[in-house]
Nanobody
Framework: QVQLVESGGGLVQAGGSLRLSCAVS????????MSWFRQAPGKERESVAS????????GYGDSAKGRFTISRDFANTAVYLQMNSLKPEDTAVYYC????????????WGQGTQVTVSS
C-alpha cells in the first residue's frame, strides 16, 4: 500500500506562487509515476503535471506549461508542484496520485489540498 498526503494549499493573490507537497510512504518500490491533478467545482478532474518515479521524465497539461514545475525529492520521498504566476482559474482542489506497476493506473490518491487564487 502507498499513502499520499498533500499539503501547501492556501489563499494567494493572482500572480503569486505556491508550492504543493505530497508526502509519499509505504510500498514506494511499486510506484511507476506520480501526478498532480486538480478539480474545480462543476468541472471535470484535470491532469496538471506528472513525473516518473525515477524523476527522469516530466509532463504538463496545457494550463500548467510554463508556470508550474513538478519535481521529486528522493531523500524525503516527496513530490512537489511549484506553481508560479497563479491565476483565478487555477482555483481548485489539487490531488496527488500514484500510478503503480504493473497496471500503471492512477489508483492511489491523496485527500487533496485547496488552492484559491483571488483576483
Amino acid at each position: 500500500q502507498v499513502q499520499l498526503v498533500e499539503s501547501g494549499g492556501g489563499l494567494v493573490q493572482a500572480g503569486g506562487s505556491l508550492r504543493l507537497s505530497c508526502a509519499v510512504s509505504g510500498r514506494t518500490f511499486n510506484i511507476y509515476a506520480m501526478s498532480w491533478f486538480r478539480q474545480a467545482p462543476g468541472k471535470e478532474r484535470e491532469s496538471v503535471a506528472s513525473i516518473t518515479w525515477s524523476g527522469g521524465s516530466t509532463g504538463y497539461g496545457d494550463s500548467a506549461k510554463g508556470r508550474f514545475t513538478i519535481s521529486r525529492d528522493f531523500a524525503n520521498t516527496a513530490v512537489y508542484l511549484q506553481m508560479n504566476s497563479l491565476k483565478p482559474e487555477d482555483t481548485a482542489v489539487y490531488y496527488c496520485a500514484a500510478a503503480q506497476i504493473p497496471s500503471r493506473d492512477y489508483d492511489t490518491w491523496g485527500q487533496g489540498t485547496q488552492v484559491t487564487v483571488s483576483s
